[in-house]
């Protein structure tokens, strides 16, 4: 058993419930912890604040991010990620409703792995996000944990 899991980043319940809906109906992660906003990502992801006394070495094997997010964007999120050497490599896909170039380009910019729309209809959006929990799940080789640590 792995101790890798899958991290979602979001603030919509609505689009909550669906992304785990698409992930699990194909078994595509053992666990996925979800937080619902930038600083809470962060403190998870660096085992501070109300998440001190998680074990920072689980690591998770992908964080879908959403941009729009309160108190820290998604942008924000992914700047602090890349700039520190223990999450540089952490694979991430921004998953959001913007389809505006800027978010795009500004994601790239700062280290995203992939950027999703989320599509609007529903089929659409279980399929999208079916197909990319499928490809970072099984067919993506990660970095290996020990260079996440």
């Known amino acids: 058993m792995t101790d890798r899991f899958i ?25 996925i912890v979800v937080v619902h ?6 403190d998870f992801l660096f ?14 094997s992908i964080v879908l991010l959403d941009l729009k997010l309160p108190k820290l964007d998604g942008l924000g999120v992914l700047k602090r990620l ?27 910019n700062l280290g995203a792995n992939s950027y999703v729309r989320k599509p609007v209809e529903f089929g659409a959006f279980v399929e999208a996000v079916s197909s990319l929990g499928l490809y970072w ?13």
């Open 37 to 42: 906003d930038g600083v809470e990502a962060i």
């Open 137 to 149: 799940a099984t067919v993506n080789r990660p970095p290996p944990l020990d260079v996440l640590r």
């Open 7 to 31: 991290l979602l980043v979001e603030d919509n319940p609505d689009d909550e419930e669906l992304t785990l809906l698409s992930l699990r109906k194909h078994n595509l992660a053992h666990e």
């Open 47 to 60: 085992a501070q604040g109300s998440y001190a006394n998680r074990e920072i070495s689980r690591v998770p």
């Open 82 to 108: 890349r700039a520190d050497e223990r999450t540089r490599m952490l694979p991430v896909v921004v998953l959001t409703s913007s389809s505006q170039d800027a978010d795009v380009i500004a994601s790239y």
